[in-house]
C-alpha cells in the first residue's frame, strides 16, 4: 500500500508539474502557476490530495485505498464536486480561498463509508 501511494504522489507532481508548464507555454503567466506542496491524508478507506501554492489550491484528488469504485467527494470552503462510480477522482481547480481544509469523502452503496479525510492548505 505504501508504494501505492508513493506512486499515486509522484503521478500528481507529474501531473502538476506538465499543467504548470503547459499554463506557462500558452503565454499565460501567473504567480501560482506551480504548486510548491503536494500534500495528503488517508483514512482507513479513502486518500485525499492536493497539490497547492499556500492558499492557492491548483487540483485535488480523491481515491480509494481498496481500488474498488464508489462515489467520491472532495469540499473545500464554497467548492465542491462529487464524481459516481470511480475509484479515483481529479478536480483541477486553480484558485485560492481563505478556506484551510481540503476534504474527501467515500460513498458507497448509499453508506457514508468515510468522510473527514481533510489536508491543510494555508
Known sequence: MKKSL???R???????AM???AFGAAGVTSAHAAPD??????????????????AFVQ???????????GNLSYYWGNSSGTKNGVATAKWTLGWEQSAK???????????????GICVTVA
Do not use: K, S, W
Request: proline share 2%; net charge negative; hydrophobic share 45%.
Open 10 to 16: 509522484a503521478q500528481l507532481t507529474a501531473a502538476a
Open 19 to 21: 499543467g504548470a508548464f
Open 101 to 115: 481544509l481540503v476534504c474527501g469523502t467515500l460513498v458507497r452503496d448509499g453508506r457514508v463509508i468515510e468522510t
Open 37 to 54: 506542496a503536494v500534500d495528503y491524508q488517508c483514512g482507513h478507506a479513502v486518500c485525499v490530495m492536493t497539490a497547492h501554492q499556500g
Open 6 to 8: 508513493v506512486r499515486a
Open 59 to 69: 487540483d485535488v484528488t480523491v481515491y480509494t485505498i481498496d481500488g474498488n469504485p
